[in-house]
């Protein structure tokens, strides 16, 4: 449907619900690259300002990816909990934008969490257009979503980290001295999740096995995850291997998740087959997928009705809805590591990491991020602390931690250890509770229940430095 | 190994070149740690936008050299159009070589790893190219890989090598990439090239390694009337690019 709205003595005029979208969108290189970017600031306004009037139920009659051709848009329509929608299903996008704030002043955290159901991609990423930086961290705070299998994710005034040992070539002391540096810094409650050098089954099956030995020796209460195609996962299962979680990577389009070799089904498959392990202490949530605005820019796989390129933000939400079908323990957006082609520099970060975190959260995931970036976008270790402390203020459920920053296996840049520590004094956060039973049982925290820094010689770290022991 | 000794992080440390056991100030990293790692992303950082010296980079070449420019005006509108670092410079016309073989020389995202790495390794395959007819030399600026295949097709070869500046690692901001494409036009997707990466001695592959490399592919491009995938199975195994 065509609108219309005046800004500055001007009319902008938008001919469907896709370029609305992506003209409200605060600007970012990849919908400059992808031609869907406002062409003004002040057409960008007016975009926003039809977006505010738009009534959110819009989003059910009228698809910004067409619901015939894409089996994203039929998971989303086909699942849609209507008594879930009711609360908010009157308002338009704005009025929706200020009842979460008003709920959020109120401290109804009941409220805002039980619409996951009822919320469409489409609905929180259009409020999210509307929101500034403090509208998402303030509603981000107050949306709860806690899951669990060997540890508790999300459960308020926590942040938990993935501990992510990579190695060029997965070589298992390597892995292992990564492992330990992590752990004596507090990191890993979220999960212990490798990248794999090669995506062989015999490979994964080596690291899942290397990081359940670690796991089942320190009886430590967290979860592995070796990040290799859902199809090696399958085959792993198949041998026998300890698997926690299945990973995929997941994109918003059907096309795109094509290009990353998965369906909806293989999905369902993979997750079966971890579930029938049983091997979850405090929960039963075994899948974990990762994201990243750009993905199916890159994939060329963003068109959305009538073949017109839909905004990276908005096509982000909807991996969101994919991943949810799953039942995830976790969820994270990878939000720089794709390059200054979808997201230029330290303000793009920022507000995009934060955009995915609330759209994320509203839809019921828990929802991490992965802060980080590459050498050729315009970002830097400022902009990384930036990011993370308001990610901590919106109550992010976990974010991804390398040693010393720096990951030699990706050749990107993540959190370092430390960061996660400073991260959780300055915010008075701490990891998940099982995980902090455990640091405190190893004897890692000190009175006031920070992570201690010890002496080469303190026995907790002899106990654990034994396992780099082959 | 063992933990016997004066320094037991050291244990961690030499495992891998992972940036572990860095100690602690507080909760943050010691101040000399934090200013490596500083330096190693400068290092990275000035890689990417130190431009490349075309006149230094002609200095050190022989035989003639044509230069060309993509249609990123800048390295800012570089970095986030892809697709302009992937055309030619609007109104840029090349003369057709009459030969079998160009070799682009481009800067990419490291300039740096083209001058440091780019005369030497011509220099390797101009040795092992006695059997190809080669086109004047084209160093390109703010170029993206497929900017050869612009190049190629305006010149009338049969293949085109461009020799590319890598993304720059915190541990390596000098790396060489090496792309491949038989019957070179716009419109190639990456899955039709062949790609011979890290090319960075004495870290990386050597210059005789990669022009063997590079003259095998060549030779079995020949053979094959194609580049790429179909290519893969039958040579040696390379790293994706």
């Known amino acids: 449907m065509r609108r219309r709205a005046a800004v500055g003595g001007h009319t902008y005029e938008f001919p469907t619900l896709v370029e609305l979208m992506a003209r409200a969108t605060p600007l970012r290189s990849g919908d400059v690259l992808a031609g869907c970017a406002a062409r003004s600031a002040a057409e960008r306004v007016a975009a926003q300002t039809l977006l505010a009037d738009l009534p959110l139920a819009t989003f059910l009659d009228e698809q910004v990816v067409g619901y015939d051709e894409d089996d994203v848009t039929r998971l989303v329509l086909d699942t849609h909990d209507a008594d879930a929608f009711a609360p908010v299903a009157s308002l338009t996008v704005g009025e929706f934008r200020d009842r979460l704030l008003a709920w959020t002043a109120a401290g109804d955290e009941a409220a805002i969490s039980a619409l996951a159901p009822g919320l469409t991609p489409e609905m929180v990423a259009a409020t999210s257009k509307l929101m500034r930086t403090a509208d998402l961290v303030a509603v981000g705070r107050r949306t709860r979503v806690v899951t669990g299998l060997r540890s508790t994710i999300g459960l308020?005034?926590?942040?938990?980290?993935?501990?992510?040992?990579?190695?060029?070539?997965?070589?298992?002391?390597?892995?292992?001295?990564?492992?330990?540096?992590?752990?004596?810094?507090?990191?890993?409650?979220?999960?212990?999740?490798?990248?794999?050098?090669?995506?062989?089954?015999?490979?994964?099956?080596?690291?899942?096995?290397?990081?359940?030995?670690?796991?089942?020796?320190?009886?430590?209460?967290?979860?592995?995850?070796?990040?290799?195609?859902?199809?090696?996962?399958?085959?792993?299962?198949?041998?026998?291997?300890?698997?926690?979680?299945?990973?995929?990577?997941?994109?918003?389009?059907?096309?795109?998740?094509r290009g990353f070799g998965v369906t909806l089904d293989l999905l369902a498959e993979a997750r079966a087959g971890v579930l029938a392990l049983g091997r979850g202490t405090v929960g039963d949530n075994v899948t974990y997928f990762e994201t990243g605005q750009g993905s199916a820019l890159s994939a060329g796989a963003h068109l959305g009705v009538g073949g017109r390129p839909v905004d990276q933000q908005t096509l982000e939400a909807r991996a969101y809805a994919v991943a949810r079908h799953f039942e995830p323990l976790l969820v994270n957006t990878v939000v720089g590591f794709i390059g200054p082609e979808y997201l230029y520099d330290g303000k793009q970060v920022v507000r995009a990491g934060l955009e995915d975190h609330f759209c994320g959260k509203l839809l019921g995931l828990p929802m991490g991020v992965d802060v980080c970036y590459t050498n050729h976008a315009e970002v830097d270790g400022d902009d990384t602390d930036t990011l993370t402390l308001l990610l901590g203020a919106a109550g992010c459920s976990f974010v991804i931690a390398v040693p010393g920053a720096d990951d030699v296996m990706l050749h990107y840049q993540s959190l370092s250890f430390s960061d996660v520590l400073t991260a959780r004094q300055v915010l008075g956060l701490r990891p998940a509770p099982e995980f902090e039973a455990w640091l405190a049982r190893m004897d890692l925290l000190d009175d006031a229940g920070r992570v201690r820094e010890l002496a080469p010689d303190a026995p907790a770290a002899r106990v654990l430095l034994a396992a780099a022991t082959p | 190994m063992s933990l016997v000794g004066e320094d037991p992080w050291a244990v961690l440390r030499s495992a891998t070149r992972a940036r572990v056991a860095l100690g602690r100030a507080g909760d943050a990293l010691p101040t000399h740690r934090e200013l490596e790692f500083?330096?190693?992303?400068?290092?990275?950082?000035?890689?990417?936008?130190?431009?490349?010296?075309?006149?230094?980079?002609?200095?050190?070449?022989?035989?003639?050299?044509?230069?060309?420019?993509?249609?990123?005006?800048?390295?800012?509108?570089?970095?986030?159009?892809?697709?302009?670092?992937?055309?030619?410079?609007?109104?840029?016309?090349?003369?057709?070589?009459?030969?079998?073989?160009?070799?682009?020389?481009?800067?990419?995202?490291?300039?740096?790893?083209?001058?440091?790495?780019?005369?030497?390794?011509?220099?390797?395959?101009?040795?092992?190219?006695?059997?190809?007819?080669?086109?004047?030399?084209?160093?390109?600026?703010?170029?993206?890989?497929?900017?050869?295949?612009?190049?190629?097709?305006?010149?009338?070869?049969?293949?085109?090598?461009?020799?590319?500046?890598?993304?720059?690692?915190?541990?390596?901001?000098?790396?060489?990439?090496?792309?491949l494409t038989w019957d070179p036009r716009p419109g190639r997707v990456d899955s039709e090239r062949n790609c011979v990466s890290n090319v960075r001695p004495p870290h990386g592959l050597s210059y005789a390694q990669a022009a063997d490399t590079v003259t095998a592919l060549l030779t079995a491009a020949r053979e094959l009337g194609a580049s790429g995938v179909a290519l893969k199975d039958e040579g040696p195994a390379l790293p994706s690019g």
């Open chain 2, 38 to 179: 500083r330096a190693a992303h400068a290092a990275a950082r000035d890689a990417v936008h130190s431009p490349l010296d075309v006149d230094a980079l002609r200095a050190a070449l022989t035989g003639e050299v044509l230069t060309v420019a993509s249609a990123a005006p800048d390295r800012a509108t570089y970095l986030q159009r892809p697709d302009l670092g992937r055309q030619l410079a609007e109104g840029l016309a090349l003369p057709r070589a009459g030969a079998d073989l160009a070799v682009v020389l481009a800067d990419g995202l490291s300039p740096r790893a083209v001058h440091e790495h780019g005369p030497g390794l011509l220099a390797a395959l101009r040795e092992r190219l006695g059997g190809w007819s080669l086109a004047p030399l084209v160093v390109a600026t703010q170029a993206r890989v497929a900017l050869g295949d612009a190049v190629g097709e305006a010149l009338g070869v049969r293949a085109v090598v461009v020799l590319i500046g890598e993304r720059p690692g915190l541990s390596s901001a000098d790396s060489l990439g090496v792309y």
């Open chain 1, 156 to 257: 308020p005034g926590r942040l938990a980290s993935r501990l992510q040992p990579n190695h060029p070539t997965d070589d298992p002391v390597g892995v292992t001295a990564s492992i330990l540096d992590g752990l004596l810094h507090g990191s890993g409650d979220a999960v212990i999740g490798i990248n794999p050098a090669t995506d062989s089954p015999a490979r994964t099956v080596a690291l899942l096995e290397l990081v359940d030995a670690v796991i089942s020796r320190y009886e430590i209460p967290t979860q592995s995850c070796v990040l290799a195609h859902v199809t090696t996962t399958l085959r792993a299962l198949e041998q026998g291997a300890p698997v926690d979680l299945v990973f995929q990577s997941v994109a918003g389009t059907q096309e795109a998740n």
